[in-house]
């Protein structure tokens, strides 16, 4: 009996969260083919791609995308209505979350409704300083140069 | 009894196993005024918010051209956010430096931060300026940036938006919402430059920055010792951090509090080096 107890208490412990879909929140984003940073790329993914989740790994969720598989950090996805992205050009009521993640609030309208009242704000500048970036090979390199932590 | 035991078991597998709904989801944690309405902002919302704080900030500075020292700046930053919560925000993070004697650091909501040429001079080493860096991803993370918005601008921006997902906005409502996010734009600008976030907030900062510093492979202590550089330039009419920052001193003691052994090694000397490398160009 208690051993029927004790594998049924291990049965409890979610190994495996499989099947649900969650979304992409990041402008784009890589699952790799391992769980860390700096594993080698399998795919990249975009904005409102929908993954497969096959299970979670820390703070690393294990998907299926477009037949290929691998690893993608938690903080890039985010569990949402994917069907809405679906029906976008239909209407149909959304929760608010689902307005957001579909582009709405916001968005580059607003944004150009702000730039064309603030002629005086440079938003190339902006768009200049997010192309400040280094590539995770380069960081992985400093990282190991520094004797830091990947 | 056995039978009950096994009946309550079987009832917890077919009913109890967790779902995806809950296990934490990604930036959900918004300790700020906005996270009572309806929604807390998204994380595209948030980028939208932080481009135009952006122009806001070089609106008022003048962005400093100095490639290696930017380059070598985002590396020493991206290796902090890639211990933080949130390594990967909707647009990602951004360093730039700001062509100022002032010591300021602005971390607009969803990762371009500036950090003022005053304030990296405080930074004698590469865990200095990396402890510079983890207290701005801190803020990041903590969405302070974002908590600065009234809860009334967003109240009132989800009442437009409505809830129809697919339509597109009628000039009438981005006008509405050019209001709102315009209210909101000037909200966290203030916040960074003018009235600062609380002293809970900046102490809040302090102590998650000493977790991604640890997290890192950086000193954690490089924190209190770039604090006692900042203590030793404020002055009584200290505009900049001293304006919008608690007590110097206070940071210092709570950080002091939170200090766990840290064993130095010989890679400490490598990346000092390697500051100085690149500073050396920098401050030409």
Known sequence: ???????????????????????????????????????AVKAMVKYADALEIVSTKGDWYMVNFGGKSGCIHKSALNKTAVQLAKTQGGSHAASNEEVSLAGKGFNPQVEDAYKKKHPDLDFNLVTKVEGFTVPAEKVAMFIKAGGLTE | MKNLVIITLLSALMGCVPTLSSIPETAVKVGTS???????IAPEEEYYIGRS???????????????????????TGQTIAFHSEIPFTYGGYHFAILDSKEINAFACPGGIIFITKGMIDLAVNEDELAAILAHEIAHINHKDGLGA??????????????????????????????????????????????????KSQEY????SALVYLRASGYNPAALKEVLKNLQSKSTPTG????????????RIAKVNERLTEYRVTDFFKIRSKRFSEHYSVFSR
Request: aromatic letters at 8%.
């Open chain 1, 1 to 39: 009996m208690r051993r029927i107890v004790f594998i049924m208490l291990l049965m409890l412990v979610p190994a495996v969260v499989y099947g649900e879909t969650m979304q992409v929140i990041t402008k784009e984003n890589a699952i790799r083919a391992d769980c860390n940073f700096f594993s």
């Open chain 2, 34 to 40: 906005v996270s009572k309405a309806a929604r807390p």
């Open chain 2, 53 to 75: 704080v952006a122009a806001r900030i070089l609106g008022s500075y003048k962005l400093l051209n100095s490639p290696d020292f930017t380059t070598y700046v985002n590396l």
């Open chain 2, 149 to 198: 918005i009234k809860s009334s601008r967003w109240t009132e921006a989800l009442t437009v938006m409505g809830s129809e997902a697919a339509k597109q906005y009628t000039p009438g409502e981005v006008s509405q919402l050019l209001n709102v996010f315009e209210g909101s734009i000037d909200d966290v600008v203030k916040s960074l430059v003018t009235s600062g976030y609380s």
């Open chain 2, 204 to 207: 809040a900062a302090d102590e």
């Open chain 2, 239 to 250: 505009g900049g951090v001293f304006k919008t920052h608690p007590s110097t001193e206070d």
